[in-house]
């Protein structure tokens, strides 16, 4: 008998879907403005492009626990930038892009068939996805009390959010890490978008010792350097917090050979140690959000949250495929709401991450929907 494929545990592709509205947005006679997808466009910071040609001549096996000075870097930053405190060099993994390490980390940790995985209603497809792939319930709310009383082996967070850009305040954050210890649930903070604020409260980390009190145990925050430092097509990321689920992810991945590439390690460092380039990054993306955001409101759109991340949470008030359409008539592609979950079925998400040419564009054809 042959076992089911492993794609049929999986949700379809949600990018597949926007296949046809892509056609119609190139077919524009100015070009398509593609801002349904969150890659950077500007160049990968010099200081960083220097570090990986220093260290191009690699050719040895690098160890999937990383480079002391990797981890020691990703500990500086998050106590010079978000005052996370306590972390030694055994709380810290470097690893091949968040991406990877969210969607196979239940499996890594032995999550499965019977366990209960839950996630934000509105949320990045790739926990669902990991629980999928692991075998576990999943669950999509922003509840603890719709959870039941069922017990999640795992629980993901995800501040500032993608989609909609909302920063988890203090308290909140405060409640959830009491209400996962109580209950022995494993926490795991995605915050690639952490460097991402725009309006309203700084994102906290859940390392921050005013959310954790001090201790790390059984928590865990990803992060990423893609947004920050124009590094997506480089797959640098780290997770850090509780040494002893560090440590479980850690047996794991040697078993399975995944290591972190040496030349990437090196330019993790200079990334890390290195604020004026995130600093005039941070500059660009705000004025290009400034531009779309305006934008939006003119042509008759709601912006809600987007208080932080790279995107703005936008609708009409109307079915969000209909807007996707609607956009896309225009030459402007952007993201459905309804792949981030049924709660977004009437927004879609507009990435700031084009160049100033294409937000130009996109500014001055929404100006013909007033």
Same mark, same amino acid.
């Given at each position: 008998?042959?076992?089911?494929?492993?794609?049929?545990?999986?949700?379809?592709?949600?990018?597949?879907?926007?296949?046809?509205?892509?056609?119609?947005?190139?077919?524009?006679?100015?070009?398509?403005?593609?801002?349904?997808?969150?890659?950077?466009?500007? %160049?990968?910071? /010099? &200081?960083?492009? #220097?570090?990986?040609? $220093?260290? !191009?001549? =690699?050719?040895?096996?690098? @160890?999937? *626990? +990383?480079?002391?000075?990797?981890?020691?870097?990703?500990?500086?930053?998050?106590?010079?930038?978000?005052?996370?405190?306590?972390?030694?060099?055994?709380?810290?993994?470097?690893?091949?892009?968040?991406?990877?390490?969210?969607?196979?980390?239940?499996?890594?940790?032995?999550?499965?068939?019977?366990?209960?995985?839950?996630?934000?209603?509105?949320?990045? %497809?790739?926990? /669902? &996805?990991?629980? #999928?792939?692991?075998? $576990?319930? !999943?669950? =999509?709310?922003?509840?603890? @009390?719709? *959870? +039941?009383?069922?017990?999640?082996?795992?629980?993901?967070?995800?501040?500032?959010?993608?989609?909609?850009?909302?920063?988890?305040?203090?308290?909140?954050?405060?409640?959830?890490?009491?209400?996962?210890?109580?209950?022995?649930?494993?926490?795991?903070?995605?915050?690639?978008?952490?460097?991402?604020?725009?309006?309203?409260?700084?994102?906290?980390?859940?390392?921050?010792?005013? &959310?954790?009190?001090?201790?790390h145990e059984g928590l865990l925050a990803v992060h990423s350097l893609s947004k920050r430092s124009n590094l997506a097509g480089y797959r640098c990321a780290f997770v850090a917090g509780d040494p002893a689920l560090v440590g479980e992810l850690l047996a794991v991945r040697k078993n399975l050979g995944l290591q972190m590439p040496m030349p990437q390690q090196r330019a993790m460092v200079a990334a890390l140690d290195d604020d004026a380039h995130v600093v005039a990054q941070h500059a660009r993306y705000a004025a290009r959000r400034a531009k779309l955001k305006e934008a939006l409101v003119g042509a008759g759109f709601r912006i809600e949250h987007s208080e932080a991340s790279l995107y703005l949470w936008s609708s009409r008030d109307e079915d969000c495929w209909r807007t996707v359409a609607d956009l896309s008539e225009l030459g402007i592609l952007v993201a459905p709401g309804a792949f981030y979950g049924r709660a977004g079925h009437q927004h879609v998400r507009v990435a700031f991450t084009a160049t100033d040419e294409r937000v130009d564009a996109a500014v001055a054809r929404l100006a013909t929907l007033r």
């Amino acid at each position: 008998m042959t076992p089911p494929a492993v794609s049929d545990r999986l949700p379809d592709f949600p990018w597949d879907k926007l296949t046809a509205y892509a056609a119609t947005a190139r077919a524009h006679p100015d070009g398509i403005v593609d801002l349904s997808v969150g890659t950077p466009v500007d %160049p990968t910071p /010099e &200081v960083v492009q #220097a570090a990986l040609r $220093a260290a !191009a001549d =690699a050719p040895g096996y690098p @160890t999937t *626990i +990383g480079l002391p000075e990797t981890r020691q870097a990703a500990i500086d930053w998050l106590e010079r930038r978000f005052g996370v405190t306590g972390l030694d060099l055994d709380a810290v993994l470097p690893v091949i892009g968040s991406k990877e390490l969210i969607g196979a980390m239940p499996m890594h940790l032995g999550i499965g068939a019977g366990d209960l995985i839950t996630y934000p209603a509105l949320a990045y %497809p790739t926990y /669902e &996805v990991g629980a #999928a792939l692991s075998g $576990a319930e !999943a669950m =999509a709310t922003d509840s603890l @009390t719709s *959870i +039941g009383p069922r017990t999640p082996r795992l629980m993901w967070l995800n501040s500032p959010s993608n989609p909609t850009g909302r920063v988890l305040p203090l308290d909140h954050l405060k409640k959830v890490v009491d209400w996962c210890r109580e209950r022995g649930t494993l926490l795991v903070s995605d915050e690639c978008y952490i460097e991402m604020a725009w309006e309203g409260e700084q994102p906290l980390s859940i390392l921050h010792p005013d &959310v954790c009190g001090g201790s790390h145990e059984g928590l865990l925050a990803v992060h990423s350097l893609s947004k920050r430092s124009n590094l997506a097509g480089y797959r640098c990321a780290f997770v850090a917090g509780d040494p002893a689920l560090v440590g479980e992810l850690l047996a794991v991945r040697k078993n399975l050979g995944l290591q972190m590439p040496m030349p990437q390690q090196r330019a993790m460092v200079a990334a890390l140690d290195d604020d004026a380039h995130v600093v005039a990054q941070h500059a660009r993306y705000a004025a290009r959000r400034a531009k779309l955001k305006e934008a939006l409101v003119g042509a008759g759109f709601r912006i809600e949250h987007s208080e932080a991340s790279l995107y703005l949470w936008s609708s009409r008030d109307e079915d969000c495929w209909r807007t996707v359409a609607d956009l896309s008539e225009l030459g402007i592609l952007v993201a459905p709401g309804a792949f981030y979950g049924r709660a977004g079925h009437q927004h879609v998400r507009v990435a700031f991450t084009a160049t100033d040419e294409r937000v130009d564009a996109a500014v001055a054809r929404l100006a013909t929907l007033r």
